[in-house]
Each structure stands twice: as C-alpha cells, then as structure tokens.
C-alpha cells in the first residue's frame, strides 16, 4: 500500500466506542489524518552566468623539427635540451664531405660542357649533346646549392629545444635531429559544441587553470576558431593562447579551461530540494501548493555553491519542498513543519 493510500484511509477512519449502562452519555473517538512534515522554500529566476569547463593538455604555439634533407653525418650539435634559440641561430652543422665530392663532380661537367660546346662551333659533336651536358651541369649546381645551404641548419624560431635524438658522428635518419618549440606564449585546443559557435568570438577572454597550480588562474584568449565542425562529435575545434612570460607554463601539462557564454535566466533551488532517483540518474523535486506536494523532474544545470541551477522542470516563483522528501509522493496532501518564532532583540 502506498503513503497516499494510507493517508486517504486513515482520512476516513472514524472509530465510535459507545457505552450504554446508566445515563452516560455516548463517548466517540475519533482518530486524526496524520500528514507529512515538509519544510519548503520559495525559488526564483536569476540570472546564472553560462559557464562551461573544458579539459585539455598545453601545447606549444609553434614547434619546428630540424632535418636534413638528405642522409649525411652530423659534424657538430650546438645546443642541448632546455636550451633557448633565437630565429636564425645555426643549431647543427653536418659533415662536408659529400659537398667536396659535388663540387669535383661540377668542376668535371663543367669542363666537359665547355669542350662540347668548343667542339659545336667547329662542326664537331651535335646540339643535343651540348644541351644535355646543360641540363646535367645546372642539375648539379642546384644540388650543391641546396647541399651547402643545408650544411648549417638554423632555427626558423625564437623558443626552446624540447628533443634531441642524434649525437655529434651520427647519420641522419628518418627522426628529427633536433625539436624547437616556441613557448611564449602557449596554447590549449578545446573542442566545443556546435550549439554555442554562434557565441564563441575571436578575443574573447577565458580562464585557464593548470593542476599543477591549484586555483591559481591564467589569462587565455581566443586566439583561432576552426571553421568546419565534426560530424561525429558535432563539436569544433578552438585555440585558445595563454602568456607565458615567466616560463612556468610547460608543453604537456593538463589544463582547465572555463568559457563565460553570457548569463541566461533559470529558476536557482537550494541542494537539500533536489532528490536523486534510486537506481537512475533521474533528479527530482517537488513542489507545494495549496497543502499538496507535486513530484518534478528536473534537468540540473551548474552547481552554485548550495544551490543548483535548473534547466528545466521547476516554474518561477514556486514553492519547493527542502526538508521530509521521503514519506512524500506525487499529490499528497503535507502538512508545514512550524516556523520557529522570531527571536526578540529588542531591549526592554
């Protein structure tokens, strides 16, 4: 039998014992509705700023691997991990050895393109074969052009070296001899849903909190919105930059990014008023007008300190109960807990 069910017996349970010996009079006893104790709390629309938080991992701005363009042995690294480079600043210098063995092999074409040539202007040899020793002499020049440019590899950016995987002596292969990050500043990657992209504006200004610091809060900005949005997450892609003067922030570390949308009105309940349903995720409420009490699911929004605010379920400017939810079901009847009289300070 449910509460509801017992209150409307014990509603219209009516015992009269009646004595009959000499001339006393009938005496009835009746025995009383006994009705749940609520406490409820009138609750209101606010305006709750629209606040949502979002996990990501610290990237540099910028990164640049520093390769050779073809195999050769490394001659000399100029720098270590943790060291800081400027744009321009020569980091490795390979060996020379292939540019000697280019410089003969040019040295030779050229010789053979001028005897060609001496040889067609006397009516010896024939024009295709002056023009391919051409072809084969520019080809040549060209590779050892490229060859010594990149005998000295510079940094294309001012940051720090973050990996080093070769030492002086090796041959190049298919790592990076060298990683340069640019850390000033840094950035966060978030993906956010396709529902607030008409909110999200280049400039705007978020809060970013890393672990490793606690509640301390650093100035983000946006700084680039993806344009295309992803149809198995429908969520897109934001860069968001954060100073980085001091260099406390470093690549890899777990950040909190909190984004404000603005404010929207939405009724705020305190937290002893919402229930959750056993055995589902369904939160409930309920409300009171009237001497009766009406079951409300509702859809939570953020958490304010000890109050939530909610999405949907609850109107403005109601009663909700915050005190005696477990003898309760949808539309009994309750009683109100009396209000403890106002203390008087006056002084006599």
């Known amino acids: 039998m449910t509460f509801k069910s017992q209150f409307l017996s014990l509603a219209t349970l009516s015992i009269a014992l009646t004595a009959c010996s000499g001339n006393e009079e009938n005496k009835e006893v009746v025995v009383e509705e006994v009705l749940p104790v609520v406490k409820i709390e009138k609750v209101y629309a606010e305006e709750v700023p629209q606040i949502v938080s979002y996990t990501a991992t610290i990237e540099p701005f910028k990164s640049n691997n520093i390769t050779a363009n073809t195999s050769n042995r490394i001659k000399d690294i100029k720098v270590d991990v943790g060291q800081n480079v400027v744009a321009g600043q020569t980091l490795v210098v390979l060996d020379d050895v292939n540019v000697?063995?280019?410089?003969?092999?040019?040295?030779?074409?050229?010789?053979?393109y001028e005897r060609a040539v001496e040889l067609f202007e006397i009516g010896g040899g024939t024009q295709q074969s002056v023009e391919q020793l051409k072809t084969e002499l520019d080809a040549s020049k060209r590779s050892l052009k490229n060859l010594k440019e990149n005998m000295e590899l510079v940094s294309p950016i001012t940051g720090v070296i973050t990996a080093r995987n070769y030492e002086n002596g090796d041959m190049t292969g298919s790592l990076p001899i060298l990683t340069v990050e640019d850390m000033r500043p840094v950035k966060v990657i978030v993906n956010v849903s396709e529902n607030e992209f008409p909110k999200i504006k280049k400039g705007m200004k978020v809060e970013v909190k890393l672990d490793t610091y606690g509640e301390e809060v650093f100035a983000g900005t946006v700084y680039l919105i993806h344009p295309t949005i992803d149809a198995a997450t429908r969520t897109f892609k934001v860069e968001i930059t954060v100073p980085n003067a001091d260099g406390r922030i470093h690549s890899g570390m777990f950040a909190r990014v909190n984004i404000n949308y603005g404010t929207?009105?939405?009724?705020?309940?305190?937290?002893?008023?919402?229930?959750?349903?056993?055995?589902?995720?369904?939160?409930?409420?309920?409300?009171?007008?009237?001497?009766v009490v009406t079951y409300c699911p509702?859809?939570?929004?953020?958490?304010?300190?000890?109050?939530?605010?909610?999405?949907?379920?609850?109107?403005?400017?109601?009663?909700?109960?915050?005190?005696?939810?477990?003898?309760?079901?949808?539309?009994?009847?309750?009683?109100?807990?009396?209000?403890?009289p106002a203390k008087n300070d006056s002084i006599n």
Request: glycine share 10%.
């Open 100 to 112: 000697e063995q280019l410089e003969v092999r040019v040295a030779n074409q050229q010789r053979n």
């Open 264 to 291: 929207s009105s939405h009724v705020v309940v305190p937290d002893l008023a919402v229930v959750k349903q056993t055995g589902s995720g369904v939160r409930y409420v309920y409300t009171y007008k009237d001497g």
């Open 298 to 340: 509702v859809e939570l929004g953020q958490r304010l300190g000890n109050r939530y605010e909610l999405l949907s379920g609850v109107e403005n400017n109601v009663d909700v109960v915050v005190s005696g939810q477990t003898r309760l079901s949808d539309g009994i009847k309750v009683k109100l807990a009396e209000t403890e």
